[in-house]
């Protein structure tokens, strides 16, 4: 079975400071990928990064950095210097495929919800 | 890029009532399109999948006479929640999977902004 976990149900960081959002997955499937989207309080989805299991190289966008490690199954986020912008609920998702076969369903972490304060 | 709209974006109503959500993929076809339930402070919970068609698959749990989902054409699905109660009050969220040969991007599935609905 898919699961996806998010440990961290709340972080609370101070403006500037780096934090890092934890993800862990399980899968069967050889080929999968992984996701991160942000929910700001108006609740929409926003799409962040995509991650395919046979790419393991570390990205980089920005503030946002991305550690996905297969030996662990995670798959961790980085703000660094953190903006009370970024306040918002941070999901992990996981999918099997991208087309064909299964509906690549999407499978989602619990999210956690990052406060920044000024 | 794809653009899915969810409509209404807020909805507020007497209990009993009942309530259509659409959600249309506006620059591709769609035949594969998802209902996600969010309670406050939760995940996205996979409510059922609409199926151009077909009827649709509802997830363990979820009645099919409360969430009626018609997904009657390649852009468009709607979800009715029949005689709505204060329990189903919640956050949805509609989601579509564009059809292959449709330009994808980076996600399998592309989300709506979401419904907020509120039974007094």
């Known amino acids: 079975a898919q699961k996806v976990t998010q440990a961290q149900t709340e972080i609370s960081v101070v403006e500037k400071e780096d934090v890092t959002l934890d993800c862990v997955y399980e899968?069967?499937?050889?080929?999968?990928?992984l996701f991160w989207y942000k929910q700001p309080p108006s609740g929409e989805l926003v799409f962040l990064i995509r991650r395919n299991s046979f790419d393991e190289q570390n990205e980089i966008s920005g503030r946002y950095s991305w550690n996905f490690q297969k030996s662990t199954s995670s798959f961790n986020f980085t703000i660094t210097a953190s903006q009370v912008v970024d306040s918002a609920v941070y999901f992990c998702?996981?999918?099997?495929?991208?087309?064909?076969?299964?509906?690549?369903?999407?499978?989602f972490g619990k999210g956690t919800k990052l406060s920044v304060k000024p | 890029g794809a653009v899915v709209s969810q409509h209404p974006s807020r909805v507020i109503c007497k209990s009993g009532t009942s309530v259509k959500i659409e959600c249309r993929s506006l620059?591709?076809?769609?035949?594969?399109m998802f209902w996600y339930r969010q309670f406050p402070k939760k995940s996205l919970m996979l409510m059922a999948t609409s199926n151009e068609g077909s009827k649709a698959t509802y997830e363990q749990g979820v009645e099919k006479d409360k969430f009626l989902i018609n997904h009657a054409s390649l852009t468009l699905s709607t979800l009715t929640v029949t005689s709505a109660h204060p329990e189903d009050s919640s956050f949805y969220i509609c989601?579509?999977?564009?059809?292959?040969?449709?330009?994808?991007?980076?996600?399998?599935?592309?989300f709506g902004d979401g419904t907020r609905l509120s039974i007094l």
């Open positions: 989601s579509a999977r564009p059809d292959r040969g449709f330009f994808w991007g980076n996600q399998p599935q592309h």
């Open positions: 899968t069967r499937d050889t080929t999968y990928y």
């Open positions: 998702a996981l999918s099997d495929t991208e087309y064909g076969g299964s509906q690549g369903n999407l499978i």
């Open positions: 620059d591709f076809q769609a035949t594969t």
